[in-house]
Structures are given as structure tokens and as C-alpha cells.
Antibody, heavy 120, light 107 residues
Framework: EVQLVESGGGLIQPGGSLRLSCVASGFPFSDYSMNWVRQAPGKGLEWVSYIGSNIGGATSTIYYADSVKGRFTVSRDNAKNSVFLQMNSLREDDTAVYFCARGSRRVAYWGQGALVTVSS | DTQMTQSPSSLSASVGDRVTITCQAS??????LSWYQQKPGKAPKLLIYDASKLDTGVPSRFSGRRSGADFTFTISSLQPEDAATYYC??????????FGGGTKVEI
């Protein structure tokens, strides 16, 4: 069974940093690209970042939404079946539930989400 | 970046009705479009990908169609459990994904 479990969310002051983790199980993690998607309270879905698979040790392709470029960094550790989102210079409008999700065309598996609240 | 215009933002329909939601892409995205269903407090659920391919286990009353840069999502016979918010999502050649604004379906 495919499972994605996010962790690392919490309350952080504006300007602070937070690192989200997503641990995957039930599939060959290194073969799949991964995404981070967020949803602000009462709002729609916003894609945040994509990291490609790196089969054979190739460098992963990485993309960011303009709203987080330069502040957020996505990475993966295939040995730990994990993908990470390092979030720096957090702003109040980064407050959201952050989901990790597997795949590029067929994004069929999602985690339950981690709540990040940026507030003073 | 490609923008997705989704309409309507909300609708109310009755059980058994045919419901249609549209998304218009600001540029050619080929068939690179998915449709998701999201219920409150839950992660999105993939219903359709590549514009018209039904994901595994998704009921056949859900369908998707492409006409140029316009995409249509249809529920052929609305069921009580279909009350949710539906989103389109495009994934262009550089795999930057963009969501539409969502359509809340009330029954």
C-alpha cells in the first residue's frame, strides 16, 4: 500500500524557517517524482514545488512556484525514502496545509498534510 | 506560466443531474490536465488525468474531455457522495503544475 506521511509542521514567526519531511512507503521511491502542494485556510490548492526522480543517480529536475522561489528548497533522500521542503523567510501568507504528492502526470497519491502557521 | 480559468466557482444541483465544469488554459497544454475531487479536511483525490483517462477505481459517471485549450469535466448522474470541491490542474512540458480556482458542488 502506498503511503505518504508528512511531518514538521507547526507555528512559526514571520521570517523564521521550518523543514517539512514526507516519508514514503509501499513503492520504489527513487523511481518517482514528488511534489509539494499547499492549501491556505479556506482557499484553493497551490502547487509549490516538484522534484524529479533520479534513477541511476542522475540529478533531479527541480521546479518552484514563483511565490516561493528563492525562499523554499526541495530535496530528496532516496536512502530514507523521503522528500523535504526547507522553508526560509516565512511570511504570513505561507500559512497553509502542505501536502506531498507522488508523480508527474498521474498524481494519484497524497499525504494527509502538515499544517504550517506563520504568525507573530 | 500557464494560467487555468475554472468555471463556475460553485454550483447547486440535484441527485441525478448532469453536472459540467470547465477549465480554460491560457496556452496550449496538450492533454496535460487532471481533475481532482476534494472533501473538507481531506487530501485531493485524482479522478481523471491526461484530460480523459479515468484513474483506477473511479466511477464511470465521471468523465473528462478536451477541445483545444478548453477542458470539460462531467458528472453524468450526480450522487450524494459527489458533494465536494473539484479542481483542474495542468502540468506543462516543464512539469510546473497549476491548479484552477476550484468548483464547489452542492447537492
Amino acid at each position: 500500500e502506498v503511503q505518504l506521511v508528512e511531518s514538521g509542521g507547526g507555528l512559526i514567526q514571520p521570517g523564521g524557517s521550518l523543514r517539512l519531511s514526507c516519508v514514503a512507503s509501499g513503492f520504489p521511491f527513487s523511481d518517482y517524482s514528488m511534489n509539494w502542494v499547499r492549501q491556505a485556510p479556506g482557499k484553493g490548492l497551490e502547487w509549490v514545488s516538484y522534484i524529479g526522480s533520479n534513477i541511476g543517480g542522475a540529478t533531479s529536475t527541480i521546479y518552484y512556484a514563483d511565490s516561493v522561489k528563492g525562499r523554499f528548497t526541495v530535496s530528496r533522500d532516496n536512502a530514507k525514502n523521503s522528500v523535504f521542503l526547507q522553508m526560509n523567510s516565512l511570511r504570513e501568507d505561507d500559512t497553509a496545509v502542505y501536502f506531498c504528492a507522488r508523480g508527474s502526470r498521474r498524481v494519484a497519491y497524497w499525504g494527509q498534510g502538515a499544517l504550517v502557521t506563520v504568525s507573530s | 506560466d500557464t494560467q487555468m480559468t475554472q468555471s463556475p466557482s460553485s454550483l447547486s444541483a440535484s441527485v441525478g443531474d448532469r453536472v459540467t465544469i470547465t477549465c480554460q488554459a491560457s496556452q496550449d497544454i496538450g492533454n496535460y490536465l487532471s481533475w481532482y475531487q476534494q472533501k473538507p479536511g481531506k487530501a485531493p483525490k485524482l479522478l481523471i488525468y491526461d484530460a480523459s483517462k479515468l484513474d483506477t477505481g473511479v466511477p464511470s459517471r465521471f468523465s473528462g474531455r478536451r477541445s483545444g485549450a478548453d477542458f470539460t469535466f462531467t458528472i453524468s448522474s450526480l450522487q450524494p457522495e459527489d458533494a465536494a470541491t473539484y479542481y483542474c490542474q495542468q502540468y506543462d512540458n516543464f512539469l510546473r503544475h497549476t491548479f484552477g480556482g476550484g468548483t464547489k458542488v452542492e447537492i
